[in-house]
Every structure is written in structure tokens, then in C-alpha cells.
T-cell receptor
């Protein structure tokens, strides 16, 4: 069974630029999450989707971050414009509805210079 | 917000030694999950616990769901070099579906 796929693996941008990350969850997993993991910390939830609907985006900085999952499968997370403090690993995870066990992708490491 | 405190923050041990780490919360949890994260990778689930007092093993790893439901423990026996990584506890606090992650325990093994 293929795992959660994320791309790109690494991205380096300058502050005020835009960046987008892509995630393809495990087949059949209706629930998809985006996390931000700052160096030395645990993952912090940004947004949760159930199919193509947003369940929880209370921790998403909506002035600069946006995410979508238009067809209920793949998802993209965008930052526009990026700030220095956005440097982190962005993790995507998926799980079956109603389950607590989340499966993570390898993440995208973002460096904002 | 909810915080899970893990200790120790880091460990430096010799290959072959046993390892113990724990995770504590101010809230009751219904599920405890232990993940391992290696450099450049996402967290990988090691063990899931669903009942207070439950003791579950996965090879050389053993985890326990604390009786108070506010803590959990992870033990690794006879450590080997590939055990290196950061170990995170996680769980949804009672009444909340969101996963909260602990602060992590970084394990380094000296050959």
C-alpha cells in the first residue's frame, strides 16, 4: 500500500515570495491534515479536511496561509507571502474517518531566507 | 492549549542499553500513540494504546497507558543504532478529536 506522498521535499525561497506544497493521501483516507513542525518541536495542526470540506482551520494563519482539497483527494497548502518564521517542515497526514491513527508523509522542508 | 510533556528531552545511551521515556498531560486521554521520527522523514506510528493500564509490545518496544489516563510510558530494550530518532507521544484529549503531540525525546546511541 502506497503511503502519503508529498512534494517537493525541499524548498528554499526568499521572504515575501509565495510557495505551494502538494499532498496525496493514502487511497481511501477521507481525512487529511496539514501540520507545521518547527525545528525541535512536535507537529502543530494547521488544518483538517474531511473529504473536500474543512473540519478545523482554527490554527491556520489565514492572512497568509490557504489550503484546498477540491476533489477530496489531493491537497495543496499555500503560503503567500512567506515570512522568516514560516521556516519549518510541513507535514501531511491522512487517516480513515473516525480513527485516531494518522499516517504521515515525509514532509516538505521550507527555508525562508 | 493542551500540552504533552515528555521526559527526558534527550538521551545519550550505549548500544545494548534499555531506554525508558514518558509522557504526561494535564488532561485525560482516551488514546495514546507513540511515533518515531527519523531525520528528514515524517513520524511513523510505533504503538497505539486504547485502554487505561494497557501494556502493548511491538518487538523490542513496550508502551503502557497510565492508570490515571494522564500519562504513558515507552520502553526500548537492548537498543540498537537504528533506534536513533525523536520519539513523540500523541493523543486526542477526551472530548477532542485533534491529535496533540508531545515535545519529543531525542535518542542518540553511542556505538
Amino acid at each position: 500500500e502506497a503511503g502519503v506522498a508529498q512534494s517537493p521535499r525541499y524548498k528554499i525561497i526568499e521572504k515575501r515570495q509565495s510557495v505551494a506544497f502538494w499532498c496525496n493521501p493514502i487511497s481511501g483516507h477521507a481525512t487529511l491534515y496539514w501540520y507545521q513542525q518547527i525545528l525541535g518541536q512536535g507537529p502543530k495542526l494547521l488544518i483538517q479536511f474531511q473529504n473536500n470540506g474543512v473540519v478545523d482551520d482554527s490554527q491556520l494563519p489565514k492572512d497568509r496561509f490557504s489550503a484546498e482539497r477540491l476533489k477530496g483527494v489531493d491537497s495543496t497548502l499555500k503560503i503567500q507571502p512567506a515570512k522568516l518564521e514560516d521556516s519549518a517542515v510541513y507535514l501531511c497526514a491522512s487517516c480513515l474517518p473516525g480513527e485516531n491513527i494518522q499516517y504521515f508523509g515525509a514532509g516538505t522542508r521550507l527555508s525562508v531566507l | 492549549g493542551q500540552q504533552l510533556n515528555q521526559s527526558p528531552q534527550s538521551m545519550f545511551i550505549q548500544e545494548g542499553e534499555d531506554v525508558s521515556m514518558n509522557c504526561t498531560s494535564s488532561s485525560i486521554f482516551n488514546t495514546w500513540l507513540w511515533y518515531k521520527q527519523e531525520p528528514g522523514e515524517g513520524p511513523v506510528l510505533l504503538i497505539a494504546l486504547y485502554k487505561a493500564g494497557e501494556l502493548t509490545s511491538n518487538g523490542r518496544l513496550t508502551a503502557q497507558f497510565g492508570i490515571t489516563r494522564k500519562d504513558s510510558f515507552l520502553n526500548i530494550s537492548a537498543s540498537i543504532p537504528s533506534d536513533v530518532g525523536i520519539y513523540f507521544c500523541a493523543g486526542p484529549p477526551r472530548g477532542n478529536e485533534k491529535l496533540t503531540f508531545g515535545t519529543g525525546t531525542r535518542l542518540t546511541i553511542i556505538p
